[in-house]
């Protein structure tokens, strides 16, 4: 048996496909089971993954048509006997891919733009669900396989390596943060579409961490992000103290999420890095309520949701999963997004401080 997990969507859509990825192992504990993701850190997720046999990374979007093609047929010939393509994929060019990968039984989940041409580059699907996880969502492949869920539970998975844990370890020892209580933030939001529409204002940002410097003396905040997130990070920098926020400049990934386990609390949007944080259960999670939160990307652990009154329980009004960016103008989502305010987000986040253990 040879079965390939489709997900090229974003990172953190990654981290939703690792609960199938182990039940198809628990199913098929013989099997050849490999995974197809498009970028750098969806393979640094599931390094190490000791559910699968080997991990495919193709940037198709990138590599342009005629490579792109040329990749996915030299997939076909593997000979997969079933490929699954996880929750949210709603492009029909997943579909395609699956496609040309050519497994015998291509299982998926119809989306809002699904079309006649979807239902024949697949051999079966499965409406996806507002109302539960992506996770979930993903699990809900298994019927069409003819296989049930057979663990206990299901949570992100991710296998850091002892250097991976050492390499965090060495950061805080190296800027003397054993002692501090952490808040790591995020100020981005991904670059794909028009979801960099969704961030919270800098200048915002920068007032919070202004605020929490002289509410929290002892805090430590760390900025993680990767180069697009750099001249932000030196905007922050230059107006805060050299002795209170850090710019966390990682090897990858995986070192980011080690990290990110030494942090007492994380703020951001709904990003890659939130789910990450959610993987390594960081006690003080906060999340910024954006157009596109919604179910199925909420952390798979306890965090406190910071409200938008803009967006008001109309998420779906402004984004679904059917290809698209969010709905409105720039000007539009700017504003959406600049309704919360600094002093908003610092009792929040003070509250939540005050009541994690440590000294801040």
């Not at 180069?227 to 002795?243: F, G, M, N, V, W």
């Amino acid at each position: 048996m040879k079965i390939l997990v489709i997900s090229l969507a974003g990172i953190g859509d990654t981290l939703f496909a690792t609960p199938l990825i182990h039940e198809l192992r628990a199913n098929f504990p013989e099997a050849q089971i490999d995974a197809l993701v498009l970028w750098r850190g969806s393979k640094d997720i599931l390094e190490g993954n000791p559910h699968l046999n080997t991990i495919y990374q193709k940037n198709l979007i990138a590599s342009g048509t005629y490579q792109s093609v040329q990749f996915l047929l030299s997939l076909r010939k593997q000979g997969y006997d079933i490929t699954l393509n996880t929750h949210p994929q709603s492009r029909i060019h997943y579909r395609a891919a699956a496609w040309l990968v050519g497994a015998r039984t291509r299982v998926s989940h119809r989306y809002h733009n699904s079309n006649i041409l979807d239902e024949l580059f697949i051999t079966g699907s499965v409406e996806q669900n507002y109302d539960q996880h992506a996770i979930e969502n993903n699990l809900a492949l298994l019927k069409l396989i003819g296989v049930k869920k057979k663990l206990p539970g299901h949570d992100y998975e991710l296998f850091l390596s002892p250097a991976e844990a050492k390499w965090a370890e060495d950061y805080v020892a190296q800027n003397k943060l054993a002692r501090r209580k952490i808040l790591g933030i995020h100020v981005g939001s991904g670059g794909t579409k028009n979801l960099a529409l969704r961030r919270w204002p800098l200048e915002n940002f920068l007032e919070l961490i202004q605020t929490l410097g002289q509410t929290h003396p002892r805090l430590a905040v760390l900025l993680f992000g990767g180069p697009e997130e750099e001249k932000d990070h030196a905007k922050i920098l230059a107006a805060t103290s050299r002795d209170q926020v850090f710019e966390v400049k990682t090897p990858g990934l995986r070192q980011a999420a080690a990290l990110l386990k030494k942090c007492a609390a994380f703020l951001s949007v709904d990003t890659a890095l939130m789910h990450l944080a959610a993987a390594m259960k960081v006690p003080g999670q906060m999340v910024i309520e954006t157009p596109t939160w919604n179910k199925p990307i909420e952390p798979r652990n306890a965090f406190t949701l910071i409200k938008n009154p803009a967006v008001a329980g109309r998420n779906l009004d402004f984004y679904r999963y059917d290809g698209r960016g969010i709905k409105g103008s720039p000007g539009e989502l700017r504003r959406c997004m600049a309704v919360i305010t600094a002093q908003e987000v610092h009792a929040i986040s003070a509250k939540a401080l005050d009541r994690l253990p440590g000294a801040d």
